[in-house]
């Protein structure tokens, strides 16, 4: 055997070799992930298939742990949410150096070693909201300048904002639940790109919004639980290009709404908990582009409803806890383009549910705390393409799965706090596609659950 051929076998053996040890390392990091609850995603596209994201939400894990995710090289999305890691134990994450998204949330982790972070050079995403961190950190934070999507602690104020301005790249900065002013507002004009923004749950009011005029690429704005009112809507016309808008939990009236006609592109409004009325609901008619509504929780009736059947864009329409009825059911006919409708909390009866028949598109409905029985569910029939059901809290019993058969392409059902019993879940075994079930507050029992699991066995039961 020649001295070449010899020593390519050998780099052939000690590559192969290594190789091994790699998988083999990374196999017991996915081993710790899994007994600790976490769930861990591969690439299939690529040889070797390696673990590209970890997620440990609200899993036991503090920083000693974190050297054990080390030898996973091809790691882009690491979720530590509700965890008990620290900032001391972000140097052990440096051998992560393809991660592009770290969710901190809900952790301790505070300033004193946000530096680390440094050592991520492909880092675009980071989630800080609800950890110890506070303004003295935004100077390193500053530092990574990959950064496109942001999420900032309560702790931060406007001197803490102003120290992120060489984040030129951001596009999505959420600062919900900050002791952000109005006057801290005015630095976001640092980030020309910004396309998202949440400034929910903070004191900004009508006032603050004129910082936003620079942010013309702006999209979506969510600023529910603000001291926003009709006066200050008007400063939002500018930003032609919002698309999204969130104005739940705010003092927004009609008026204000009126104010919002020159956004053309708006697409998605919440207007929950908001003051607006019935006949108010008439200024929405001149958003042709509308897909998703929000109208809960206020005393919309029926009446309200029809000013909504003009709106035949609308893909997703939830109308949660308002007065709606069966008879209000019949405005929808004319919006023949949902996939998604949530009556939640409202009057209909089984009557109203034949109204539905003409909503074909229809994946996901939510019939929660309503009035409809068992005998009303036969009325779902024609919703071939239903995929998520939502029963919760109502009066259906055994008989009333029988008639739930029809909907083959059922993933996802929600029987907490019905009556079903275990003869009822027998129905349930010929929905061979479900993928989640709440049984919560029912007459099933375990042997039942046993039964139907050993029937569904790709199905996520929960009682």
Do not use: W
Request: proline share 3%.
């Amino acid at each position: 055997m020649s001295k070449t051929l010899a020593f390519a076998l050998a780099l052939s053996g000690l590559c192969l070799c290594s190789s091994s040890r790699a998988s083999d390392a990374e196999n017991q990091a996915v081993e710790f992930v899994e007994k600790r609850g976490g769930k861990v995603i591969r690439d299939d596209k690529i040889a070797g298939k390696p673990v590209v994201t970890v997620d440990l939400n609200l899993r036991s894990v503090r920083d000693p742990d974190l050297k054990k995710l080390a030898p996973l090289k091809n790691l882009t999305t690491l979720i530590l949410h509700f965890t008990k890691v620290t900032d001391a134990g972000l140097k052990d994450l440096a051998p992560l150096q393809r991660l592009t998204v770290l969710d901190l949330r809900s952790t301790d982790v505070g300033d004193a070693r946000l530096k680390d972070l440094a050592a991520f050079p492909n880092l675009t995403t980071l989630r800080l909201g609800a950890s110890d961190v506070t303004d003295a950190g935004m100077k390193d934070l500053a530092l990574l300048q990959n950064l496109t999507t942001l999420g900032l602690s309560f702790k931060i104020t406007d001197a803490g904002l102003k120290e992120l301005a060489p984040l030129k790249n951001l596009t999505s900065l959420d600062i919900s639940s900050t002791k952000i002013t109005n006057a801290g507002l005015t630095e976001l004009k640092a980030f020309r790109h910004l396309a998202a923004l949440d400034i929910s749950l903070t004191n900004v009011t009508d006032a603050g919004l004129k910082g936003l005029a620079p942010l013309k690429n702006l999209a979506s704005l969510n600023i529910n639980h603000t001291n926003v009112t009709d006066a200050g809507l008007k400063e939002l016309v500018p930003l032609k290009n919002i698309t999204a808008l969130d104005l739940e939990f705010t003092s927004v009236t009609g008026a204000g709404l009126k104010e919002l006609a020159p956004l053309k592109n708006l697409a998605s409004l919440n207007i929950n908990h908001t003051k607006v009325t019935n006949t108010e609901l008439k200024e929405l008619v001149v958003f042709k582009k509308l897909s998703t509504l929000h109208v809960g929780y206020m005393p919309v009736t029926d009446a309200g409803l029809k000013e909504l059947a003009t709106l035949n864009s609308l893909t997703t329409l939830a109308i949660n806890s308002t007065k709606v009825t069966d008879n209000g059911l019949k405005n929808l006919a004319a919006l023949n383009n949902l996939t998604t409708l949530m009556l939640f909390g409202t009057e209909v009866t089984d009557a109203g549910l034949t109204n539905l028949a003409p909503l074909g598109n229809l994946t996901t409905l939510y019939l929660g705390r309503t009035k409809v029985t068992d005998a009303g569910l036969k009325e779902l029939g024609p919703l071939k393409n239903l995929t998520e059901l939502n029963l919760h809290n109502t009066k259906i019993t055994d008989a009333g799965l029988k008639e739930l058969i029809a909907l083959k392409n059922l993933t996802s059902l929600d029987l907490n706090f019905t009556s079903v019993t275990d003869a009822g879940l027998k129905e349930l075994a010929a929905l061979q596609k479900l993928t989640r079930l709440e049984l919560l507050r029912t007459k099933v029992t375990n042997a039942g659950l046993k039964e139907l699991r050993q029937a569904l066995p790709n199905c996520e039961i929960r009682k």
